[in-house]
């Protein structure tokens, strides 16, 4: 089944954003940096999917040229999907343009793959699965 895994947000300051899901009472996870996207993380947890908190931690990241284009708000569109690879396969063979080719390893330990919104009808959409147990 696929569903969603999360919002990504795009923030200036983690702590501040934090400071807001704390006063709407959410509970805020512990942070953690994503070095490959230059990234630092926080995940508010909602039932069964995220608000993932986004804080650039270089100037060249695509959270920092993110908020530099367009300022604070909504990002992309996590799916939570079964057999990425496999997904990623058949997405390439359909002619879909993904971000990157290749599944990387993010936040929490999950693989993921981006998609571009010009094959989304202007959604970036971030494909996720959890890390096979050992990986």
Same mark, same amino acid.
């Not at 926080?42 to 804080?55: D, K, N, T, W, Y």
């Not at 799916?79 to 929490?108: C, D, F, H, S």
């Given at each position: !089944?696929?569903?969603?895994?999360? %919002?990504?947000? @795009?923030?200036?300051?983690?702590?501040? @954003? $934090?400071?807001? #899901?704390?006063?709407?009472?959410?509970?805020?996870?512990?942070?953690?940096?994503?070095?490959?996207?230059?990234? =630092?993380? @926080? !995940?508010?947890? %909602?039932?069964?999917? =995220?608000?993932? +908190? +986004?804080?650039?931690?270089?100037?060249?990241?695509?959270?920092?040229?993110? %908020?530099? $284009?367009?300022?604070?708000?909504?990002?992309?569109?996590?799916?939570?999907?079964?057999? /990425?690879?496999? =997904?990623?396969?058949? /997405? $390439?063979?359909? *002619?879909?343009? +993904?971000?990157?080719?290749?599944? $990387? !390893?993010? @936040? *929490?330990?999950?693989? #993921?793959?981006?998609?571009?919104?010009?094959?989304? *009808?202007?959604? +970036?959409?971030? %494909?996720?699965?959890?890390?096979?147990?050992?990986?």
């Amino acid at each position: !089944m696929t569903q969603i895994d999360h %919002l990504g947000i @795009a923030v200036k300051s983690l702590a501040e @954003a $934090k400071k807001f #899901y704390e006063t709407l009472g959410l509970e805020i996870m512990p942070e953690e940096v994503v070095e490959g996207e230059k990234v =630092r993380v @926080a !995940m508010v947890p %909602l039932g069964e999917s =995220r608000i993932e +908190l +986004l804080e650039p931690t270089s100037p060249d990241s695509a959270i920092a040229k993110f %908020l530099e $284009k367009r300022g604070p708000g909504l990002h992309h569109v996590a799916l939570q999907v079964t057999n /990425l690879v496999e =997904r990623v396969e058949e /997405l $390439k063979a359909a *002619g879909t343009r +993904l971000i990157n080719e290749e599944v $990387k !390893m993010g @936040a *929490g330990g999950h693989m #993921y793959v981006f998609v571009h919104p010009a094959s989304t *009808g202007g959604v +970036l959409l971030e %494909l996720v699965e959890e890390a096979p147990v050992g990986v």
